[in-house]
């Protein structure tokens, strides 16, 4: 059985066909859904699918950083009055993002970090969004030394160096989705040397959809080429991967 610890099911995308993207899923063997936050804006949806599968929907609660701009003081108090107000398991899409904008870095950093801390508090996993941003992102977690906190490093395609810098850091996993069935992919290098036990396995869906479907939407069905792909890169069974990474993210979400 499989675990997609990061699809956005509650999107727009899923709207005209959200009961047969399911029986896919579950045809695949799909047997959680992990979805994180972004903001106020998609927070009613959110809540509404979760509501509607329990057991299988699993929500999580966050600011994402390409929602952090001018009204980012807000969005944030948003988080801050929900975050006790029903069961999510983890604080997140939190963290870094200076690929679209550049102009709000100073706000996403303090963003992340208080978003941390509030997580570390409720002893919750935080689920990381990083993209063209590592030094910034480093010196965030230069700053929560002394904080103690689990969670994902979500879309993960760094180096194994920096995998193992960031375990040296917290109690980290690293999502593995469709990236890594891409020609060429650095992740799929990097993932050879890589812990099966620290690896979750996620789609990103409706976005970053795998080979052979790449171009299309993904959906959480998909989820399974992705850990056919891990197999092969480490020499294993799907059966082996779809074990050992579900295993995991019931451990780091509490499912």
């Known amino acids: 059985m499989l675990t997609d610890t ?66 980012w003081q807000e969005e944030l108090d948003f988080v801050k009055q929900h975050l006790d107000g029903r069961r999510w398991y983890a ?21 992340l970090a208080e978003q941390v801390c509030m997580a570390a508090e409720r002893d919750m996993p935080v689920i990381i969004h990083l993209r063209e941003a590592t030094d910034d992102f480093l010196r965030v977690m230069e700053d929560l030394r002394g904080v103690t906190f689990r969670g994902v490093m979500h879309a993960w395609s760094g180096s194994y160096e920096m995998y193992r810098r960031l375990l040296g850091m917290a109690d980290f996993k690293f999502g593995i989705g ?14 050879e040397k890589m812990s099966l036990d620290d690896i979750v396995l996620e789609t990103d869906c409706p976005w970053l959809t795998p080979v052979p479907y790449r171009g299309k939407r993904n959906e959480p069905a ?23 990474t579900t295993a995991s993210a019931r451990r780091l979400f509490n499912l």
């Open 91 to 111: 604080v997140g899409e939190i963290g870094l993002d200076e690929y679209w904008s550049k102009d709000h870095v100073k706000q996403q950093m303090r963003v």
């Open 6 to 71: 990061h699809c956005h099911l509650y999107d727009e995308a899923f709207r005209d066909d959200f009961d047969a993207v399911l029986s896919r899923a579950r045809e695949a063997g799909v047997e959680a859904y992990v979805m994180p936050g972004i903001d106020r804006a998609s927070y009613d949806a959110l809540v509404a699918v979760a509501d509607a599968l329990p057991g299988f929907a699993f929500p999580c609660i966050g600011l994402h950083p390409t929602s952090v701009g001018e009204d």
């Open 222 to 244: 998909y989820v399974r080429l992705v850990a056919e792909k891990v197999a092969q890169i480490k020499g294993l069974t799907p059966a082996e991967v779809a074990a050992v």
């Open 178 to 191: 469709g990236v890594v069935t891409y020609k060429n992919a650095g992740v799929a290098v990097a993932l």
